[in-house]
């Protein structure tokens, strides 16, 4: 997939985690209630080692010895406000977690749902499938899990040391000092680790898109013999997201074991020297028993905050390639003040000079000054060897793309000025490979009108000749097609799809041949829907069959982006040229 360039180290290393915020802000009822179910859990926290102080000092001494229970009874107290706190900030922050997913899946959806098709010509889609699906993932884990737990334990560690300083100013210095120790490995270790973290995301994309691609073209696979090929150059791409994820763990925990290994010896020195005091009778046994405490919280939160800088780096991370979907622009795209289309649709179509490549091959022409003009009702065939730009024209007519030179309009609006919904709402299009959806039949019909009721859709099934085979299905039109329709036949599929097309009741029809490959029975079916299908309709045919062709209005032939020759089959066989030689490879003498 082209990738972004990633923004300098250092200094902007955090900006993508602007965009997991502008979807959390949606919610600041919810926000506000989490932070302060954690400002409950955390002072809660900090209270207990006081609890524990009054206990030991006051409530285990002979002059407030009858009043022990009172101060048991206020270590509940917190012990209950911790219980009850905790609870609803992991509701809260767990639900903001889920929500802000699920609207940052819903949102990069609907920006790819305005991509033109070149940006995935250029970008893998099982990789953006991955990018949704693992990338969200850890988005969830960072807003339900890591940054409450980066919260609680910052607060935690700033209460703690605030009540060190309070209950024993001289050993709270001590351990302040500890604090500049403990940054610089976070700082010099994190700064490699943000780079193993994306590199590590990475790699785990590239597992995802393998398996997809895999799986979707399992029978080829295995009728080619080529599971071991494939098993192997899965196992290498799986062995090297785990060499980068190992990378990642040694890092992570090189950095966990500096950093607690730091403070808690730290921590272990300042007890001794509590300990001194305690004996010197400078501190009493309650204060140094919450201060061992205290500071046991103040470390772990410390070094929990290690491992939450893990969880953010890899978050952020995510982040951006999640905000690289979200700002990709679409290239087609309507105009400030698109040109209506005149109405009632004429169903006219101009290419006036049009050139035109891929964006993936420009080295080569696939269209070179084509111009054609379609009256409104004729059925024009167009025909011509592989790479001579056939589907092209549909793709531009459709407005996929945009030409590089030249004009095409639809009943005298050039496209470039209408809106491209409105030119689309104008053709139908019949593919040569059927398109379903791991649908019922019902919404795969509905397609070509969604608001259509069952009578039309039973009309249009009629006419497609898919009746006879819906009825037959288990659950009728309601009935599970699978996934690409696998549990229809390749003639079934087509005469779906002209069904959909039928309910789209479109004045322009795009057919790129559909009974190429299929049995004589199911051909039949489908040349007979056909024909009741381009009636009244202006229709481009892709012809891939010259028999089915007989009856069009006109053929044009093309070989190189260009038109070579134009007429009806029998001039054209009598031309003797590009038409004929085609006949003639493809009926090998037997006359049409």
Not at 30 to 35: E, L, N, P, S
Not at 396 to 405: H, I, K
Request: charged share 20%; proline share 4%; net charge neutral.
């Amino acid at each position: 997939m082209a990738r972004q360039e990633s923004p300098a180290p250092g200094s902007r290393k955090f900006d993508s985690l602007q965009m997991v915020w502008s979807f959390a802000r949606h919610y600041p009822g919810r926000i506000a209630a989490a932070i302060a179910a954690l400002i409950a859990s955390s002072a809660a926290t900090m209270a207990i080692p006081n609890g524990f102080r009054l206990v030991i000092d006051k409530g285990f001494s002979a002059e407030h010895g009858g009043d022990i229970g009172r101060w048991f009874q206020y270590l509940l107290a917190v012990v209950v406000i911790l219980a009850v706190a905790t609870s609803l900030r992991f509701y809260f922050v767990s639900w903001l977690g889920e929500r802000v997913v699920a609207d940052i899946r819903i949102a990069v959806q609907r920006n790819l749902l305005r991509l033109s098709p070149s940006y995935f010509e250029e970008n893998r889609p099982a990789e953006i499938t991955s990018r949704i699906t693992s990338d969200t993932t850890l988005i969830e884990q960072l807003v339900g899990t890591t940054i409450s737990l980066g919260l609680r334990n910052s607060l935690t560690g700033l209460a703690g040391i605030t009540y060190l300083f309070y209950i024993a100013p001289k050993l709270a210095a001590m351990m302040l000092l500890i604090i500049p120790i403990v940054i610089v490995p976070i700082r010099v270790i994190g700064k490699r680790l943000r780079a193993v973290a994306r590199s590590s995301q990475d790699r785990v994309a590239d597992v995802g898109t393998i398996i997809s691609e895999v799986l979707s073209s399992m029978k080829i696979v295995q009728a080619f013999g080529q599971q071991q090929r494939e098993g192997d150059r899965f196992e290498r791409s799986v062995e090297t997201a785990f060499g980068t994820a190992r990378k990642r763990v040694m890092l992570r925990a090189l950095l966990t074991v500096i950093v607690i290994g730091l403070i808690f010896g730290s921590i272990t020195f300042i007890m001794w020297q509590g300990a001194l005091d305690v004996q010197a009778g400078r501190i009493t046994g309650g204060t140094i028993a919450a201060f061992v405490l205290t500071g046991a919280l103040v470390a772990g939160s410390l070094g929990t905050l290690a491992e939450v800088y893990g969880d953010i780096v890899r978050g952020a991370g995510a982040a951006s390639r999640l905000a690289e979907l979200l700002a990709q622009q679409p290239t087609i795209a309507p105009p400030a003040h698109p040109v209506a289309l005149p109405s009632p649709p004429r169903g006219e179509i101009a290419f006036d000079h049009v050139s035109f490549r891929y964006p993936t091959r420009l080295e080569q022409l696939a269209l070179e000054d084509f111009s054609l003009s379609v009256r409104p009702g004729e059925t024009v065939a167009i025909v011509g060897p592989s790479g001579a730009g056939k589907s092209t024209l549909f793709q531009l007519l459709q407005r996929f793309y945009d030409p590089e030179s030249g004009t095409i309009s639809v009943d005298g609006v050039a496209l470039k000025d209408a809106d491209p919904e409105d030119i689309r709402c104008r053709i139908a299009m019949v593919p040569q490979e059927t398109v379903l959806f791991a649908a019922s039949a019902r919404d795969n019909l509905r397609y070509g009108h969604w608001d259509a009721d069952d009578a039309a859709l039973w009309a249009a099934a009629e006419s497609a000749n898919a009746a006879d085979f819906l009825r037959e299905l288990p659950d009728g039109l309601d009935t599970f097609m699978g996934e690409g329709g696998a549990r229809l036949s390749g003639g079934q599929r087509q005469r779906i799809a002209i069904a959909r097309a039928l309910l789209r009741n479109a004045p322009i029809l795009l057919l790129d041949e559909a009974t190429s490959a299929l049995d004589a029975e199911s051909e039949r079916l489908i040349q007979d829907a056909l024909d009741r299908l381009i009636q009244n309709r202006t229709t481009l045919v892709i012809a891939h069959r010259l028999a089915t062709i007989r009856s069009a209005d006109r053929i044009i032939v093309m070989d190189r982006g260009r038109i070579v020759e134009t007429g009806t089959h029998d001039s054209l066989i009598a031309l003797n040229g590009t038409y004929a030689r085609l006949a003639r490879l493809q009926f090998d003498g037997i006359q049409l």
